[in-house]
Each structure stands twice: as C-alpha cells, then as structure tokens.
C-alpha cells in the first residue's frame, strides 16, 4: 500500500506539470517547515533523554564523518564523468554530503506506518550531517588558487551554525531531552500527533517544486538526471554499512542509510551562494529538488530499508 504522503506529493507534482494554478501560501510553507523541524528535534530529545549522552558520541563522531567523505567521493565523478566546472562539482557535491530533513521526515513516517523503531538520536545525526558537507565543498571549490571573492569565513559560519534548519533541530534536541517523556506530553497533539498531517501538506508543495526544477533537466543533459539516482543509491549503501558497523537497529540503520542518500536543498544553497557565488545554483537544485528528492521519496525509502533488512540478516 502507497503511504498516503507519498500521494501528496505526487499530487502536487502533477499539479506543478500541468500548471495548475495551485499553489501554497509561503507563510504556511515557512510554518510547516517550522514545525516539522522542531517536530523531528523535539521527538529525537525525548529519546535522547532516555540514555546517556557519551553513549552516542562514537556514532555522532563517526556520523560527522560520513558527512565529510560523500562529496569527496561526488566531486571526482563530476569534475570528470559530468565535465563540470570546479565551482559547480563542488558544489553539488556539497549538496549531496549534506541532507535532506524533508527525506528524512517521510522514513521517519514510512518506519512508523510500519512499527518499526526509528531508535535514538537519529534528529542528531541529521544536524550533524547539515555543516561538514558545507565546508569541504567550500575547501574543493577553492583549492589551487579558484578564483573568486575570498570566502567570508565569519558570515558562512554565522549562516552554518545558525541558520534555521540547525537551530530549530538542536533547539528541538535541547527542549524535547531537557522536557523528557513526561514533560513534553501537553504537546504531544501538536507536534506528534499531527506530524504525518503537516508532512502531506508540506510534500504537497515540494511535489510542485520538484516539477518545476525537473524543467530545468532539459538544459542540463542525461548526466544530472543519471548522478541523481546513481550516488543515492551508492551513499546509502556507505551509510547502511556504517549502520551497521555500529551496531544500529533496523531503523536507525535505513535512516543513516536514507539521510547519506537525501541531498540538501535549503542549508546548503544558501551557504553555497555566500561561499561559492561563481557556481550555478540552478544545476544543484535541479539534482537534488528535480532528480533525488522525488527518486528518494517514491522509490529509494523502501529500498533503503529493504538494504538495512538484508545487512541485518533479516
């Protein structure tokens, strides 16, 4: 059976093809975007309340890490498969080390509809796969004397670490592990229960997006569309191995498997446009909003779990 999100998002990418005239306020986009944020880091502090934290800090360490190999290994294959420019391999490469808190919310409700435990710390990891991906794509796209204004270290940093996505996910983290289980129960009706509701209407502009950016494939060749299915495919086989070296559930290990997969489209440009303003903005957001972003949603989900099942043995 189809996860009914999944529905709204191809209803919204429909209506984005056939040009409908439907269209979400952007108020109510910057609000849901809001509370799917603090939804994800409220629900991983309460788990996080739950064990101690040094017990997660060799896996946020290692998570950290995942973060800064994935565009390493995407910037090779598009500087020389993709014959692109030094500025624009870097920063798609940027984007896809980095995530996508969209992707990551449907396997969170792709797990749920099917009871499985989504573990601990999983909104963690998310935040913590946000920065580094940033930064050595900045450090790719300025190596060997890359011309270009000189990177404002200061104003990217500001942008990084407070930016909103990371904000809202750690302040999330901070009050749902300060509140605990018992504390956060009065708003459970808000930010739990109505989570899957928020996500349907969210993905229901994203399916319009995603249909506007696939547009712009046409200007940009085969080679996007095929990087945009070929390096989920193998980031999530990284991630799920790395699940499973450090002995994460099921769950956690198809979200660390989904999560390597996803490819940013809101932290990442902004911080691109400040650090690499020579690269074209269009090429990333075609990748990862045209190609990845709808391949992860109705397809790449389910595999990644049916690759955390078969790494477990089950």
Excluded: C
């Excluded at 901070?174 to 509701?197: C, H, N, T, V």
């Excluded at 020579?278 to 972003?293: C, I």
């Amino acid at each position: 059976m189809v996860d009914p999100v999944v529905l709204f998002f191809l209803l919204g990418a429909m209506a984005g093809f056939v040009r409908s005239d439907l269209r979400l306020p952007e108020a109510l986009y910057e609000t849901l975007t809001i509370l799917l944020l603090l939804s994800i880091g409220l629900k991983g502090g309460v788990e996080l309340a739950r064990q101690p934290l040094l017990a997660i800090a060799p896996r946020a360490g290692a998570v950290t890490a995942l973060g800064l190999l994935l565009p390493l290994l995407a910037y090779p294959l598009l500087r020389k498969a993709g014959r692109l420019s030094r500025a624009d391999a870097a920063s798609i490469a940027a984007h896809y080390g980095s995530v996508s808190v969209g992707t990551y919310a449907v396997a969170l409700a792709h797990l749920a509809t099917r009871h499985i435990d989504a573990g601990e710390g999983s909104a963690l990891y998310v935040a913590l796969l946000e920065a580094p991906a940033i930064f050595v794509g900045i450090w790719l796209a300025r190596r060997g004397g890359a011309r270009g204004r000189p990177v404002r270290w200061r104003a990217l940093l500001r942008e990084v670490v407070l930016g909103r996505s990371v904000v809202l996910l750690m302040g999330g983290l901070a009050i749902g592990w300060a509140a605990g289980p018992d504390g956060m129960q009065p708003l459970e009706p808000l930010f739990f229960d109505l989570f899957k509701g928020l996500l349907a209407l969210f993905l229901l502009e994203l399916g319009m997006v995603a249909a506007r950016r696939a547009g712009e494939l046409r200007r940009t060749g085969l080679f996007l569309i095929l990087f945009g299915i070929a390096m989920p495919l193998f980031s999530s086989l990284l991630g799920g191995l790395l699940g499973v070296a450090l002995g994460m559930s099921v769950g956690e290990t198809a979200l660390l498997a989904t999560l390597a997969a996803s490819a940013s489209y809101i932290a990442v440009p902004a911080a691109m446009r400040l650090a690499v303003p020579e690269a074209n903005p269009a090429l990333s957001l075609a990748a990862s909003l045209g190609v990845t972003f709808p391949f992860n949603v109705l397809v790449g989900i389910p595999l990644y779990l049916g690759l955390a099942r078969q790494l477990h043995g089950l």
